[in-house]
């Protein structure tokens, strides 16, 4: 801007090496560390983890959430274009589990607070005490809130969702970041492997072992 306005011919900063933050990180939780987290997560801190865990929902656009978005009938949070980091509203289709906790809580609400997630009758706003000691309480280390982002949508992928539906749930607007947020372990490698045999029995002739038995009978 100094420069587009005349008051540097140069800048100056141009001779600086960019830092390179390292800020991707590829953690997502194992069943069994999720089943620990969320059994020792206090009650009110259970369907905002389970929420994110599942949805994929960033932490600001769930502690936001107010009843008048949460549609329990078809089963679908709508969030607008406020309410996004991304400043671009999407409707988020629930899961099985997150509708049974929203209906849960919808019974238990008060009527003089509109929000979904509470806590002692209050709107939410941090967590981050009761989430150490959930995770303290779990045995569990190198784990961020944001991380459960990563566990949704890697969960997606390994259910086969496309791409494309994935994305709009979660709110990735570029497959880069939908591909950063994608954790691949050693599981999956398998599990392609799998598939690729599974493929191959089902569409291949000639198997490895009939061209054992050919070759061993030209012998």
Not at 40 to 54: D, E, G, I, S
Not at 98 to 115: P, Y
Not at 135 to 143: E, P
Not at 172 to 195: C, G, Q, V
């Amino acid at each position: 801007m100094a420069i587009k306005r005349g008051l540097l011919q140069a800048n100056p900063a141009s001779r600086v090496e960019i830092p390179n933050p390292q800020n991707e990180r590829d953690r997502v939780l194992t069943e069994e560390e999720w089943g620990r987290l969320h059994q020792a997560a206090k009650p009110h801190l259970r369907p905002v983890l389970l929420t994110a865990y599942q949805l994929g929902q960033r932490f600001g656009e769930i502690v936001s959430l107010t009843w008048d978005r949460v549609d329990l009938r078809r089963g679908f949070i709508t969030l607008r274009s406020q309410d996004t980091k991304t400043k671009t509203g999407r409707r988020i289709p629930m899961t099985a589990d997150v509708r049974s906790t929203l209906q849960r809580l919808a019974k238990i609400r008060s009527l003089t607070n509109n929000h979904v997630f509470t806590c002692k009758g209050r709107p939410l706003q941090r967590i981050s005490r009761s989430f150490r000691t959930a995770l303290s309480d779990a045995g569990i280390t190198d784990f961020r809130f944001h991380d459960l982002r990563h566990c949704a949508s890697t969960n997606l992928r390994r259910a086969g969702v496309d791409t494309a539906t994935a994305m709009k749930i979660v709110g990735h607007k570029s497959e880069k970041m939908w591909k950063r947020y994608n954790s691949i372990e050693e599981r999956d490698l398998t599990e392609a492997a799998l598939k690729v045999q599974k493929y191959l029995d089902v569409n291949t002739l000639i198997t490895p072992s009939d061209m054992a038995v050919e070759g061993h009978s030209s012998k």
